[in-house]
């Protein structure tokens, strides 16, 4: 078979025997849901339109279950409108995951992660199926596929679809699918993307006919004016630079984010820009939501962004990238932001 000898030089991740209890949960399954995170991000959307259209080709019809709205750049994926958005529709979205013989939860590790849907899932009796690349799965599938050193869950699939003797199900779709989690969780294969089987991945993809500077063009430089104005007035007029701590901070209020028409994504990459500036090597942007702050963090090198946001701001995710919802004020959550700087440079690992 031409996938066999086209990826054999890729690595396997799953061994034989999960790969036979997977197909088989697969083959026996009719009434398939696939979940994913919270804010689903390309990864989350990535893989789950990637998995609806694998088990298209397999003949069987499943449905993608969103915990809330998904950005409008992520629409684009082939199926992703169509994806039930529990926020708007929560009894449906119950009712599916009651009534399925096989729940496939993709791009997460723990059932806080999809929000309102945590509860139906813990009482599903279906066989639950986890594919991820989030640290420290908590343990409620029957089936768990989860790998902390991939970059992305959409690198986990392909191999998983690979070893499970599908690589020639991929279509030019399902490629641009993947390509898209794998692109939007390395920022392009700008960070957590030196593994040479990536490369490897998407040269595949790129033969399946994906088209990588649109799927670029989409995700990564397509903003509207308002936006373009709330990252520049955040680097402006925002950005606290500590610079003895090696550390970086902005914050946004209700009122700032309403004066530039804030929608959901408008200030998606904002947390990464201050590692640019050299001696600063981690940084977090907090944003005001009603009656919490959305945290976002990110670093370089070995300095734990995902233990920062674990011991103080409710949350968790990668060493390099995380996040949490930080029960308080803006103004809480950033004191507390910079009375950690001095801890945290003995606490943890520096760059
Ligand atoms: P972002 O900053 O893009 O929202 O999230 C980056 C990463 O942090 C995500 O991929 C996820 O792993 C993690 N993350 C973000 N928000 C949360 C949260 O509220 N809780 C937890 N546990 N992880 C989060
Ligand atoms: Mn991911």
Redesign the pocket.
């Known amino acids: 078979m031409r996938h066999n000898e086209e990826t054999s030089v890729i690595s396997q991740l799953i061994d034989d025997k999960t790969a036979r209890t997977l197909r088989s949960l697969l083959d026996e399954s009719d009434r398939i849901v696939i979940l994913t995170?919270m804010s689903p991000?390309?990864?989350?959307i990535g893989?789950s339109t990637a998995m609806q259209r694998m088990l298209a080709a397999m003949g069987k019809e499943a449905r993608i279950i969103i915990p809330d709205m998904m950005l409008a750049s992520l629409r684009r994926l082939p199926g992703a409108k169509e994806a039930t958005d529990a926020t708007r529709y929560p009894d449906f979205a119950a009712q599916l995951i009651a009534d399925a013989d096989l729940i496939i939860c993709l791009?997460?590790n723990e059932l806080n992660r999809i929000g309102r849907l945590a509860p139906h899932v813990e009482k599903a009796t279906a066989p639950k199926v986890l594919i991820?690349?989030?640290l420290n799965p908590s343990d409620f599938a029957t089936v768990t596929i989860s790998h902390p050193e991939a970059?992305?869950?959409?690198y986990v699939l392909f191999k998983v679809f690979c070893a499970l003797e599908l690589f020639s199900d991929i279509d030019k779709k399902t490629a641009e699918c993947i390509l898209t989690?794998m692109m939007?969780?390395t920022g392009n294969f700008s960070y957590n993307a030196s593994d040479p089987d990536i490369y490897i991945i998407v040269a595949e993809l790129l033969r399946k006919g994906a088209d990588k500077e649109r799927i670029y063009r989409e995700q990564f430089e397509t903003h509207s004016a308002n936006s373009l104005r709330l990252n520049a007035y955040a680097l402006l007029n925002k950005m606290e630079v500590f610079e003895d701590a090696g550390a970086a901070l902005i914050i946004l209020t209700r009122a700032e984010l309403n004066r530039f028409h804030y929608t959901k994504g408008d200030t998606e990459g904002l947390v990464n820009r201050p590692l640019a500036i050299p001696g600063v090597y981690y940084s977090a942007f907090m944003r005001e939501e009603d009656g919490y702050v959305k945290v976002s963090m990110r670093s370089l090198g070995k300095f734990p962004v995902n233990e920062l946001c674990h011991d103080h701001f409710g949350g968790g995710g990668?060493l390099n990238a995380a996040g949490g919802e930080f029960e308080g004020t803006l103004d809480e959550a950033a004191d507390l932001f910079r009375s950690l700087l001095e801890t945290n440079k003995t606490k943890y690992p520096t760059a």
Do not use: R
């Open positions: 995170h991000d390309g990864d989350a893989s791009d997460f991820d690349h989030h970059s992305s869950t959409c989690g939007t969780d990668h």
